[in-house]
């Protein structure tokens, strides 16, 4: 059994996703070191629905519930052989790898989130989901709706699913053209146009924070946003990282790399369930579930016990 945690990003986001964590001893250890890092309660702000819309606040609660998943499904027995985290998730699918340590791994993702926010107020924009064309077609959507304005391929999601990020008018004409060639447009709900050249100003100050940061090898390969392609080298890891914040996110490329390892359980780990459903159609035959509550997690690691069992049956 080949298993894939996947970590979710900005954008998954609800209210009150850290309190189911709260009810298992690890998860709530998790989020009370978080808590005790940033100095802020990561429970009570994930409570918020005004925090939740802020950069600077709801990357690192994200963070948090998905380290928290991770390491509550880890202590319920169930294992991982490659991971990829979306965006912010990156940071998450890192630490939770042993890549990098908790404490410089969140400061780091503070920077980024602080730098985003500043980035997002200087230079407002926004994100839309061009849903039912091809990346080739909405490459070209970008191309015609970003002439004279600043708009970009943010995240390579599935083959019907392009992320376009840039300034409020370039995507509204892109939302517009997608919808004349027969797609469909979903405004995301983040507060800036990120990975997209209006973030160019946050590079520098989240180069600097990883710059600091002891990078060491994974106890499982990753699959970086900049790349697609699974590694388990430091210094790979954290070039790209320090790239994919105004590069796109070829995620769809980091799921047919796991297809191609033989990957054939996947678990989102985290809130919601968006990288579950793009993962469905991205690695066909796989078991997809999602881990947003120790209820989800304890199913899962049965589940999983039931499987192995009946491997062992087979094998005889």
Known sequence: MQIASLFPGQGSQYPGMADPWQGHPVGKEILERCSAIVGWDVVETSRDPKALKRTDTVQLTVFACDLAAFEVLKAEGVGCNVAAGHSLGEYAALVASGAVALEPGLAALAARATAMEKASFENPGAMTAIVGLSLREAMEVCEVAGRGDVLAVANENSPK??????????????????????GKAIRLPVAGAFHSPLMS??????????????????????????SGKP????????????????SPARWDASMQAMAAAGVDFVIEAGPGDVLGKLARRSIPGATVRSAGTPEDVRAIATELRGLAAASRTEAR
């Not at 590694?231 to 105004?246: C, K």
Request: glycine content about 4%.
């Open 161 to 182: 699913q392009t992320v376009l990020s840039g300034s409020l008018t370039a995507v509204e004409r892109a939302e517009e053209l997608a919808r004349s060639r027969g």
């Open 201 to 226: 100003s946050a590079v520098q100050p989240v180069r600097e924070a990883l710059s600091r940061i002891h990078f060491e090898r994974p106890a499982f390969p990753i699959i970086p946003n900049a």
């Open 231 to 246: 590694t388990t080298q430091p210094l790979v890891l954290r070039d790209l990282l320090s790239r994919h914040l105004i």
